[in-house]
């Protein structure tokens, strides 16, 4: 039987593509409205108060949405993979319109720069492998035919390593960490990134990427 009162900190708001936490949300809001912020489970949850007026996110009880949901919340805890999850799930909202495209933050001397991806007709993929390196990389973003757009590689216990960086060196990507991407999706923070465009490794005026 399904375990409905299982803690659920976050939710995702299908209509904006916005994590949110319990006390974001209505308690009067329409079913699926809200969506499991579990990649593995993603059923929909509405907003409950408690008895000491407490917000919390529940799933429905409903027997058609059965999943074995403490399985599912174990599974979470595999950090990069729920990272390379959300990714996916941002970006793809984001190419079909359904919620703003994720932000690429740059830290500079000048302060933070914020790039928005702009990627017409573009393909998500996980785990992607270049086969012309014998590369896999966590995250791609690739156009009609397969061609890499932009690479997202996840930093959750190693960075890149130096080797795969000169595998990559044709392409332009960027290095992410796990917990900053779990901790706000819409605004990556870019850790590394490679063969940009001459004119964002400079990251002047220009705000928007490709």
Partial sequence: MANTSQNIPYAINVETGRRIKPEEGSNNARKGLYECFNP??????????????????????????????????????????????????????????????????????????KILPFLPKCIIKKEFTIEAINKRIDLAIVDENNNPILLIEVNHKHPVPLEKE?????????????????????????????????????????????
């Avoid at 917000?55 to 595999?78: E, L, R, T």
């Avoid at 000169?166 to 590394?192: C, G, H, M, T, Y």
């Fill in 40 to 113: 593995e489970c993603r059923n929909h949850v509405f907003v409950s108060i408690s008895k000491n007026g407490r917000a919390f996110f529940k799933h429905y009880p409903n027997k058609n949405d059965v999943i074995d949901y403490k399985n599912a919340h174990s599974k979470s805890q595999d950090t990069h993979t729920r990272a390379i999850e959300l990714l996916s799930h941002f970006f793809k909202n984001g190419l079909e319109r359904k919620s703003p495209m994720p932000l690429l933050l740059f830290e500079t001397p000048d302060g933070v720069q």
């Fill in 166 to 210: 000169i595998a990559l060196k044709q392409f332009w990507w960027i290095e992410v960490n796990a917990k900053d991407v779990i901790n706000d999706p819409s605004n990556l923070v870019v850790r590394k990134h490679r063969n940009f465009p001459y004119e964002f490794d400079l990251l002047g005026a220009q705000d928007i990427l490709f």
